[in-house]
């Protein structure tokens, strides 16, 4: 946990569409990989080696940096039983935590309820990025969505208040309806003030802020120093969350996928260069993850839905590293053409949760998971 006196936060970083784990973490002295990436490889001269057996895309040169520093947690082979090559349910079992069934309740936002019981700041959490992740969606929890940082709110171009106030109590009485109107009234009565506050303390995080830091214009950039900005407002933030993506590489996969991991690793590395000189890198901590992998063999030009995954944990705290083992690309070890995941996600969510966030994993990741050491005491 955080040992600044600062509450500890949590960065996370949603791969959308299905990330190719064996072109992110490349086994460059493996046989079996070229045999059955005949088109979709990475040559092993161009491999950012980690050790004598696996290595990084080559566009992944910051969080080669990040890793040569000790800063970055490489867990192999992650993924949960029966594996689905659904986006939708895929990505759901990793928001809620429900393999077997379908959830209700995102696993941050059960968290984010723990944090602020009383429902005092809604700024507890906050996603960059339009709509709400499952991940954070839970009964009684507010999460910040916000697109634009500097233009995030409730009608932020009216700066009277009074006047603000006025619109969102003819915005409710609007599209509450006939019968629906005292509901819908009643319940923006109760939170539109603070959701009102809420917004301008977001908006104002952007004039408190300032960094030697250029970011890049991609989207996961300007996402990523949105998260900066708030971390720096001190607003109470602790669970931040964005997404890149598609990753969904059917086909053109070596240009595509090559330029989503430039993105991301410069944007990581920016972000944690960008937390360290505002004092919050030995509380922030990075969780890269996303729903699957992709196929051994590759189709040509790109890479089906697979299973078997990699996640990344980067942070100042973390003890950097290789955690569970890297599959098998034997033939007779496949899964039907796939990997097999050799340790269950929610080992990692409790690792996060205990040992960094300081929060019984058991009730939000429904159940006990073996835990990793990739945080430092």
């Given at each position: 946990?955080?040992?600044?006196?600062?509450?500890?936060?949590?960065?996370?970083?949603?791969?959308?569409?299905?990330?190719?784990?064996?072109?992110?973490?490349?086994?460059?002295?493996?046989?079996?990989?070229?045999?059955?990436?005949?088109?979709?490889?990475?040559?092993?001269?161009?491999?950012?080696?980690?050790?004598?057996?696996?290595?990084?895309?080559?566009?992944?040169?910051?969080?080669?940096?990040?890793?040569?520093?000790?800063?970055?947690a490489?867990?192999?082979?992650?993924?949960?039983?029966?594996?689905?090559?659904?986006?939708?349910?895929?990505?759901?079992?990793?928001?809620?935590?429900?393999p077997?069934?379908?959830?209700?309740?995102?696993?941050?936002?059960?968290?984010?309820?723990?944090?602020?019981?009383?429902?005092?700041?809604?700024?507890?959490?906050?996603?960059?990025?339009?709509?709400?992740?499952?991940?954070?969606?839970?009964?009684?929890?507010?999460?910040?969505?916000?697109?634009?940082?500097?233009?995030?709110?409730?009608?932020?171009?009216?700066?009277?208040?009074?006047?603000?106030?006025?619109a969102?109590?003819?915005?409710?009485?609007?599209?509450?309806?006939?019968?629906?109107?005292?509901?819908?009234?009643?319940?923006?009565?109760?939170?539109?003030?603070?959701v009102?506050?809420?917004?301008?303390?977001?908006?104002?995080?952007?004039?408190?802020y300032?960094?030697?830091?250029?970011?890049?214009?991609?989207?996961?950039?300007?996402?990523?120093?949105?998260?900066?900005?708030?971390?720096s407002?001190?607003?109470?933030?602790?669970?931040?969350?964005?997404?890149?993506?598609?990753?969904?590489?059917?086909?053109?996969?070596?240009?595509?996928?090559?330029?989503?991991?430039?993105?991301?690793?410069?944007?990581?590395?920016?972000?944690?260069?960008?937390?360290?000189?505002?004092?919050y890198?030995?509380?922030?901590?990075?969780f890269?993850?996303?729903?699957?992998?992709?196929?051994?063999?590759?189709?040509?030009?790109?890479?089906?839905?697979?299973?078997?995954?990699?996640?990344?944990?980067?942070?100042?705290?973390?003890?950097?590293?290789?955690?569970?083992?890297?599959?098998?690309?034997?033939?007779?070890?496949?899964?039907?053409?796939?990997?097999?995941?050799?340790?269950?996600?929610?080992?990692?969510?409790?690792?996060?949760?205990?040992?960094?966030?300081?929060?019984?994993?058991?009730?939000?990741?429904?159940?006990?998971?073996?835990?990793?050491?990739?945080?430092?005491?």
């Amino acid at each position: 946990m955080s040992t600044n006196g600062k509450d500890a936060s949590l960065v996370v970083v949603q791969l959308a569409g299905g990330n190719d784990y064996l072109n992110t973490i490349v086994p460059y002295e493996n046989g079996h990989y070229y045999d059955n990436r005949k088109n979709v490889n990475i040559d092993q001269s161009d491999v950012l080696k980690l050790n004598d057996e696996v290595g990084l895309h080559p566009t992944m040169t910051a969080i080669k940096s990040l890793w040569d520093q000790g800063k970055v947690a490489i867990i192999n082979g992650i993924g949960y039983p029966n594996p689905n090559r659904s986006h939708f349910r895929s990505m759901d079992i990793w928001h809620t935590a429900e393999p077997d069934k379908i959830g209700t309740e995102g696993w941050l936002g059960r968290v984010l309820r723990q944090m602020d019981p009383q429902k005092e700041n809604v700024l507890t959490g906050v996603n960059f990025g339009r709509g709400l992740p499952r991940a954070l969606g839970c009964k009684d929890v507010s999460v910040a969505s916000v697109g634009d940082l500097a233009s995030y709110g409730l009608f932020p171009d009216l700066e009277d208040e009074a006047l603000r106030k006025y619109a969102l109590d003819a915005f409710s009485k609007m599209y509450g309806g006939a019968e629906g109107r005292d509901a819908v009234s009643s319940m923006l009565g109760e939170t539109g003030a603070s959701v009102l506050k809420g917004a301008d303390l977001l908006r104002s995080s952007v004039g408190k802020y300032s960094s030697d830091i250029e970011y890049a214009s991609s989207s996961i950039a300007q996402s990523l120093k949105s998260a900066a900005q708030v971390m720096s407002a001190d607003l109470g933030t602790r669970i931040y969350y964005t997404q890149q993506g598609s990753y969904d590489t059917h086909a053109g996969q070596l240009d595509v996928h090559a330029n989503l991991w430039s993105d991301l690793s410069a944007a990581v590395g920016d972000f944690m260069d960008d937390v360290d000189s505002q004092g919050y890198a030995d509380d922030t901590v990075m969780f890269l993850f996303t729903e699957f992998g992709r196929r051994i063999k590759d189709n040509g030009s790109g890479t089906d839905h697979g299973s078997g995954g990699a996640a990344f944990i980067i942070g100042n705290k973390v003890k950097g590293g290789m955690y569970g083992e890297y599959p098998s690309l034997k033939e007779e070890d496949q899964l039907e053409g796939d990997l097999f995941f050799n340790n269950d996600f929610r080992g990692t969510y409790s690792t996060l949760l205990e040992q960094w966030l300081g929060y019984e994993a058991a009730p939000i990741v429904n159940g006990n998971f073996e835990q990793f050491n990739f945080i430092k005491n």
